[in-house]
Antibody
Framework: QVQLVQSGAEVKKPGASVKVSCMASGYIFTTYTIHWVRQAPGQRLEWMGGINAGNGDTRYSQKFQGRVTITSDTSASTAYMEMGSLRSDDTALYYC???????WGQGTLVTVSS | DVVMTQSPLSLPVTLGQPASISCGSNQSLVYSDGNTYLNWIQQRPGQSPRRLIYKVSNRDSRVPDRFSGSGSGTDFKLKISRVEAEDVGVYYCMQGTHWPYTFGQGTKLEIK
């Protein structure tokens, strides 16, 4: 069955960068987009951006444009989300999801604290 | 960004009774291909989100048939015909028509 397995929790200082991975299995990686969604404490789910795993095209929410980079490694069936200039309000659970929310990873908690 | 608004935000329901959640958008969700990309997402306590319904009314595999979706344009509804204990959690509507995709605030379903 389809699985999206994300990397483990991260603790970062303000101003630092974080890179979260999402390893896919159970389907042909290049036939679907992978998107990233975050959930800050007490907030609604928020769509950040996505990548077409077949051709590498990316699209970002304007809110995250310039601060987030989404990439993929087709040989490893893995997508990555890197966020820079971290702030305390970036503390959240970060999820990868296949297509329009078809399947979801287990989430990666990123904590930004001095 | 398209604003998605759900009601109610809290939904206490007796086991075995029906439940209904409404979702509205401030723009039509009909895409240029004629499809309406409105999904319903369930998030049980401590779990990842899970898609229940896609394109307004299509149930995902392994989703019980007590869940149904309806609506068109800017107004949508999720119905649970008979609530079971495993249905406890937060339900989100989500639009995938306009970029960036956006979610409603979430409706917390609890058992009375």
């Amino acid at each position: 069955q389809v699985q999206l397995v994300q990397s483990g929790a991260e603790v970062k200082k303000p101003g630092a960068s974080v890179k979260v991975s999402c390893m896919a299995s159970g389907y042909i990686f290049t036939t679907y987009t992978i998107h990233w969604v975050r959930q800050a404490p007490g907030q609604r789910l928020e769509w950040m951006g996505g990548i077409n795993a077949g051709n590498g095209d990316t699209r970002y929410s304007q809110k995250f444009q310039g601060r987030v980079t989404i990439t993929s490694d087709t040989s490893a069936s893995t997508a990555y989300m890197e966020m820079g200039s971290l702030r305390s309000d970036d503390t959240a659970l970060y999820y990868c999801t296949r297509g329009g929310g078809i399947d979801w990873g287990q989430g990666t908690l990123v904590t930004v604290s001095s | 960004d398209v604003v998605m608004t759900q009601s109610p935000l809290s939904l206490p329901v007796t086991l075995g009774q029906p439940a209904s959640i409404s979702c509205g958008s401030n723009q039509s969700l009909v895409y240029s291909d004629g499809n309406t990309y409105l999904n319903w997402i369930q998030q049980r306590p401590g779990q990842s989100p899970r898609r229940l319904i896609y394109k307004v009314s299509n149930r995902d595999s392994r989703v019980p048939d007590r869940f149904s979706g309806s609506g068109s344009g800017t107004d949508f509804k999720l119905k649970i015909s008979r609530v079971e204990a495993e249905d406890v959690g937060v339900y989100y509507c989500m639009q995938g028509t306009h970029w960036p995709y956006t979610f409603g605030q979430g409706t917390k379903l609890e058992i009375k």
